[in-house]
């Protein structure tokens, strides 16, 4: 559905790129979640293109039960994943007077750290 904007053969478009991705096949789950914020799966992702506002990295927090998103743009990898997660923390804490109760992730190391 993403059409090719390269006007000839030497110059390869962004949608072709992005065009022959592989997507890996998704394993069913077992786990069930009956509250919200049960189990915030978490990724570090990182977006081939520049955002408009100069964006390369992002944050993302999902929850399991309600399938809402959270998304933090980061402007460099270096900064602290920690102080994000705590605002997001306190964020759920103060609107929906809940806790987080499990952090998944997909063992890229950002939980792995001092502070958590």
Not at 53 to 68: C, E, T, W
Request: with cysteine; charged share 20%.
């Amino acid at each position: 559905m993403i059409d090719c904007t390269s006007t000839s053969r030497t110059n390869i478009c962004q949608s072709c790129v992005l065009r022959k991705h592989i997507m890996l096949p998704f394993v069913s789950s077992t786990s069930m979640t009956f509250m919200p914020f049960d189990i915030i799966h978490s990724d570090f992702w990182t977006f081939p293109v520049l955002s408009s506002l100069g964006h390369r990295y992002y944050v993302l927090f999902l929850d399991d039960y309600s399938k809402y998103l959270w998304t933090f743009p980061i402007d460099k990898k270096s900064q602290v994943f920690f102080s994000i997660f705590t605002t997001l923390k306190a964020h759920i804490h103060t609107l929906f007077e809940r806790d987080i109760k499990n952090v998944q992730c997909d063992n890229g190391k950002e939980f792995d750290n001092n502070l958590f």
